[in-house]
């Protein structure tokens, strides 16, 4: 089992930055990647970025890229998600998922999932 557990969640204006961390601990070993979705209000889960454990390869929704970085610090078994320039339609409540080597790519298959992280957008 891996466990997740997201943070740096809050209440900004339009324009202004936040910066994400998910922590990992169980069975790190086992992670291909992590992910970062989000879920607005009404809406459905959506993904915003991932990034291999290894760094080598990470991936962005459309909206996102240019104004989010994902990035990861294997020392500490942590994942982070630098958003800058956010939009209230960033507003969501944000999950962080990890995922095994079961299917390519890092869209899918995220097997374990944080509790989440609100953020809030204000225009």
């Known amino acids: 089992q891996v466990q997740l557990v997201e943070s740096g969640g809050g209440l900004v204006q339009t324009g202004a930055s936040l910066r994400l961390a998910c922590e990992a601990s169980g069975r790190i070993r086992s992670i291909y990647a992590v992910g970062w979705f989000r879920r607005a209000p009404g809406q459905d889960r959506e993904f915003v970025s991932a990034i291999t454990w290894s760094g080598r390869l990470s991936h962005y929704t459309d909206s996102v890229k240019g104004r989010f970085t994902i990035s990861r610090d294997n020392a500490k078994n942590m994942v982070y998600l630098q958003m800058n320039n956010l939009k209230p339609e960033d507003t969501a409540v944000y999950y962080c998922?990890?995922?095994?080597?079961?299917?390519?790519?890092?869209?899918?298959?995220?097997?374990?999932w944080g509790q989440g992280t609100q953020v809030t957008v204000s225009s």
């Open positions: 998922a990890s995922k095994r080597a079961v299917s390519v790519g890092l869209l899918l298959d995220y097997e374990h």
